[in-house]
């Protein structure tokens, strides 16, 4: 069976083709902002976090979770890691995802708002090339 290219988002809609990159970030969008036990799928999405005693345990349990859930719904990109960059604006928090797609590493920004824990995924672009 050849590996997908697209995202089961974009099957399910039968939206047009576009650049795989792009796909996986909306993919990732949808994945990060759904609502953990909202959702149909009741393990997706952020919310482990929230539970930390303090900021540094928060931010290694952000990490380690969404880390977790690019392995288990974004199966185009591999090695997945992220890291903290810091505070983007005003209510904001940036991270960096970095991963292989196709043997290239990739660089996404992860803005997270920590008042309405809605997750803006943008696409920096290629590392190494």
């Not at 995202?7 to 047009?16: N, P, Q």
């Not at 345990?57 to 859930?69: G, H, N, S, Y």
């Not at 591999?78 to 196709?102: F, I, K, M, P, T």
Request: with cysteine; proline share 5%; glycine share 6%.
């Amino acid at each position: 069976m050849p590996p997908r290219t697209r995202s089961f988002i974009t099957r399910l809609t039968r939206a047009e083709p576009r650049p795989e990159v792009e796909d996986i970030a909306s993919n990732l969008g949808h994945v990060l902002n759904s609502r953990k036990a909202c959702a149909v799928i009741t393990d997706v999405g952020l919310g482990d976090y929230e539970i930390a005693p303090n900021a540094r345990d928060a931010v290694l349990l952000l990490q380690a979770e969404i880390e977790q859930l690019v392995r288990r719904c974004e199966p185009r990109m591999r090695d997945a890691s992220v890291s903290l960059l810091g505070r983007h604006g005003y209510a904001n928090v940036r991270l960096e995802l970095q991963g292989q797609l196709r043997g290239v590493r990739q660089l996404f920004w992860l803005d997270l708002n920590t008042t309405t824990r809605r997750v803006d995924v943008s696409i920096v672009g290629e590392l190494g090339r």
